[in-house]
Nanobody, 120 residues
Framework: QVQLVESGGGLVQPGGSLRLSCAAS????????MGWFRQAPGKQREFVAT??????YYGDSVKGRFTISRDNAKNTVYLQMNSLKPEDTASYYC???????????????WGQGTQVTVSS
């Protein structure tokens, strides 16, 4: 099994930046894809970004503003969020899969989430 722990969330003003981290532990050698999703109250889970092999993909709402990266030695994936908007406010979840994955249902492991609030 794989365990995921997110960190780095908090309160930031519009236009500001924040970097989220997701540390993986357990059977990390089985991980092929890692990604980020977010969910606001009353809303469905939304795809944010994913790293599958050497390929990176982003949701339309964050493309050009967010960047996903990873440190294989630390078994950690990051989400750099720039030019944040109030609509980015949500709980952000890290996810991992032993195979190529894109949609939330294709991921096997999930973190507990970290809250990001964008407000003046």
């Amino acid at each position: 099994q794989v365990q995921l722990v997110e960190s780095g969330g908090g309160l930031v003003q519009p236009g500001g930046s924040l970097r989220l981290s997701c540390a993986a532990s357990g059977r990390t050698s089985s991980i092929y894809a890692m990604g980020w999703f977010r969910q606001a109250p009353g809303k469905q889970r939304e795809f944010v970004a994913t790293w599958r092999g050497y390929n990176r993909y982003y949701g339309d709402s964050v493309k050009g503003r967010f960047t996903i990266s990873r440190d294989n030695a630390k078994n950690t994936v990051y989400l750099q969020m720039n030019s944040l908007k109030p609509e980015d406010t949500a709980s952000y979840y890290c996810a991992a899969s032993p195979r190529a994955a894109f949609t939330s249902h294709e991921y096997d492991y999930w973190g507990q989430g970290t809250q990001v609030t964008v407000s003046s």
